[in-house]
């Protein structure tokens, strides 16, 4: 089974400054993919980034980006010149099961932005 | 607008009630999920749907009854909940299952479910 885990229940950072979102995930699978989704007040789950586990470079979207070690199954979230619009619950999931059996989430990080 | 439209957005529900959610997703997507988000735990998995087929059934109690009559609309019927039932049910779609950009999931607003 797949489990997921952020260690961080909530985070705060300044406008414009940097902030790093843990992640630690298990899988028995060799090939798997991993995401990070963004859940503001208005409830819809959106899709950060995402990461195929067989590419060694991490991905990055923008202000975005992962720091993905394999060997460690860790895959943080950066996100750089952090804006109120950021402000969200963001999600780190893996999928499971070869994609059979959907996604499987972390607890989530509260990430407040403060001005 | 993500293409995955859930109704109704709110629904308070007593325990003897039977009810319906509807999701619906424009994005030609084969695949389309359940998903039941509860305070202070991860979201969990309840249905799986693949091209109509249904291949995941997360140990979900009986009271919660799947229904995908094709790949664009997904339902899940609801009796006799408790309220413990009571959640965030997210529906979600994705291109299909082992897909190349793997479970990419696309999720809808959710129904806000209140079981008195």
């Known amino acids: 089974a797949q489990t997921v885990t952020q260690s961080q229940p909530e985070m705060s950072v300044q406008e414009a400054e940097t902030v790093t979102l843990s992640c630690t995930y298990d899988?028995?699978?060799?090939?798997?993919?991993l995401f990070w989704y963004k859940q503001p007040p208005s409830r819809q789950m959106i899709l950060v980034i995402r990461?195929?586990?067989?590419?060694?470079q991490n991905a990055t979207e923008n202000r975005f980006s992962v720091n993905f070690q394999k060997a460690a199954k860790s895959f943080s979230l950066k996100i750089s010149d952090s804006q109120l619009g950021d402000a969200a619950m963001y999600f780190c999931?893996?999928?499971?099961?070869?994609?059979?059996?959907?996604?499987?989430f972390g607890k989530g990080t509260h990430l407040i932005i403060q001005p | 607008e993500t293409g995955v439209t859930q109704t109704p957005r709110h629904l308070v529900m007593g325990m003897t009630n039977k009810k319906s959610l509807k999701c619906e997703q424009h994005l030609g997507h084969n695949a389309m999920y359940w998903y039941k988000q509860s305070a202070k735990k991860p979201l969990e998995l309840m249905f799986v749907y693949n091209f109509k087929e249904q291949t995941e059934n997360n140990s979900v109690p009986s009271r919660f009854s799947p229904e995908c009559p094709n790949s664009s609309h997904l339902f899940l019927h609801l009796h006799t909940l408790q309220p413990e039932d009571s959640a965030l049910y997210l529906c979600a779609s994705s291109q299909e299952i082992r897909g190349p950009r793997g479970t990419e999931a696309f999720f809808g607003q959710g129904t806000r479910l209140t079981v008195v």
């Open positions: 990461q195929e586990a067989y590419k060694q």
């Open positions: 899988t028995s699978e060799s090939d798997y993919y």
């Open positions: 999931a893996v999928e499971s099961g070869g994609g059979a059996d959907g996604l499987t």
